[in-house]
Nanobody, 115 residues
Framework: QVQLVESGGGLVQAGGSLRLSCAAS??????MGWYRQAPGKQRELVAT???????NYADSVKGRFTISRDNANNTVTLQMNSLKPEDTAVYYC???????????WGQGTQVTVSS
């Protein structure tokens, strides 16, 4: 059974930093990443990372966010620096497995950036 357990998030002032972590279990995950959904908006990609370490970032977070992963422990981390109020959203961990060719989601964690 695939499980994604997120941790981190919270409330921070603009310019501050937060760190999100996601521990995945139950399969081998080729791609892991983070998406976010702000109120009234569609869910959007934040960053992804492959098992080989290739990364992809949304333009809005390039230079401020860093994604990393520990393949041995199936964890993915998102370090968020220089946070802006527009980064406020629910952040979701995502993991794709080739075993079932399915994408799985975490339960989401709230990130709120005050101005």
């Amino acid at each position: 059974q695939v499980q994604l357990v997120e941790s981190g998030g919270g409330l921070v002032q603009a310019g501050g930093s937060l760190r999100l972590s996601c521990a995945a279990s139950g399969s081998i995950f080729v791609i892991m990443g983070w998406y976010r959904q702000a109120p009234g908006k569609q869910r959007e990609l934040v960053a992804t990372i492959t098992s080989g370490g290739s990364t992809n970032y949304a333009d809005s977070v390039k230079g401020r966010f860093t994604i990393s992963r520990d393949n041995a422990n199936n964890t993915v981390t998102l370090q968020m620096n220089s946070l802006k109020p527009e980064d406020t959203a629910v952040y979701y961990c995502n993991a794709f497995t080739v075993v079932s060719r399915r994408s799985y989601w975490g339960q989401g964690t709230q990130v709120t950036v005050s101005s």
